[in-house]
């Protein structure tokens, strides 16, 4: 297990972005909507892709940049669907790596979660997506993704952290008593404890702070060393916010916070 791992910068809203054909070749279904912190799925990256089988989207940086996390979520792909990164710098490929938007029991966001064993160089960044028949539209939906670095704490979040969920429900109940349920959301949230931070996490954390007042999202991956379809289920990408910054051990010099991430819908 590896100490959990916050995505707090995502290079694609600096890169220079192409796409696999928009839907109708509309603007505000363009490429672009891949580097926005809302994810609202009516104005996401929507490919027409390759008869409705794989899109792709191409990230480019001048110079070169380091990046070690990749997350494409908020879709309407199922957990059938599969994916493939291409990492290239100088025209020469770095990096490479595939898998699919599966889940722990098929349960779950079908969402791509992907960390590298070691921070990547490279200044360009190809993502391409295969529905596999998953998807009942005329187009692949792509409403939120991540490129870019992670940061890992000196020591791991304590057991004392929790997860859930928020959903958006309409309940209407019949005279028998039957319960009928209409779905509107439902939100993952994490919240992280953190109670023996090290003095040298305390800029990041200050960091931290200041996106979480201009709500800018991260990516929170609770353990980078889980098997591929544990990382898909437990990974949130959203809104965080962050407790105030405490010192109660006094001499020990150890750092407390807490952390709430919620999904970006």
């Known amino acids: 297990m590896a100490n959990c791992a916050f995505g707090l910068n995502n290079l694609l809203k600096i890169a220079?972005?192409?796409?696999?054909?928009?839907?109708?070749?509309?603007?505000?279904?363009?490429?672009?909507?891949?580097?926005?912190?809302?994810?609202?799925?009516?104005?996401?990256?929507?490919?027409?892709?390759?008869?409705?089988k794989t899109a792709w989207f191409q990230a480019g940086w001048w110079p070169a940049q380091q990046m070690q996390a990749f997350f494409v979520g908020r879709t309407?792909?199922?957990?059938?669907?599969?994916?493939?990164?291409?990492?290239?710098?100088?025209?020469?490929q770095?990096?490479?790596?595939?898998?699919?938007?599966?889940?722990?029991?098929?349960?779950?966001?079908?969402?791509?979660?992907?960390?590298?064993?070691?921070?990547?160089?490279?200044?360009?960044?190809k993502i391409t997506v295969t529905s596999n028949g998953t998807v009942p539209e005329s187009y692949i939906a792509i409403a939120l993704a991540y490129v870019g670095p992670i940061w890992q704490p000196v020591r791991n979040m304590s057991t004392k952290s929790t997860t859930g969920m928020d959903t958006g429900q309409t309940i209407n109940t019949g005279m028998a008593g039957a319960e009928f349920v209409t779905t509107g959301y439902m939100r993952r949230k994490a919240a992280v404890d953190h109670e023996s931070l090290d003095l040298a996490d305390v800029p990041v954390l200050e960091q931290i702070a200041w996106l979480a007042a201009s709500g800018t999202n991260v990516l929170f991956v609770p353990d980078p060393a889980a098997d591929p379809p544990t990382l898909n289920m437990r990974t949130l990408y959203g809104r965080i916010q962050r407790g105030d910054l405490t010192n109660p051990y006094g001499a020990a010099l150890r750092q407390q916070t807490s952390f709430t991430i919620t999904e970006r819908l």
């Open 16 to 52: 220079s972005l192409t796409g696999s054909a928009s839907y109708y070749g509309l603007a505000q279904f363009g490429v672009s909507q891949v580097a926005t912190d809302q994810g609202n799925n009516t104005a996401a990256f929507w490919s027409v892709g390759d008869t409705n």
């Open 76 to 92: 309407n792909l199922g957990q059938g669907a599969t994916w493939q990164i291409v990492a290239s710098n100088g025209g020469n």
């Open 94 to 125: 770095v990096y490479s790596a595939s898998g699919s938007f599966a889940t722990l029991s098929g349960v779950g966001p079908a969402q791509l979660v992907h960390v590298a064993p070691t921070p990547i160089t490279a200044d360009t960044v």
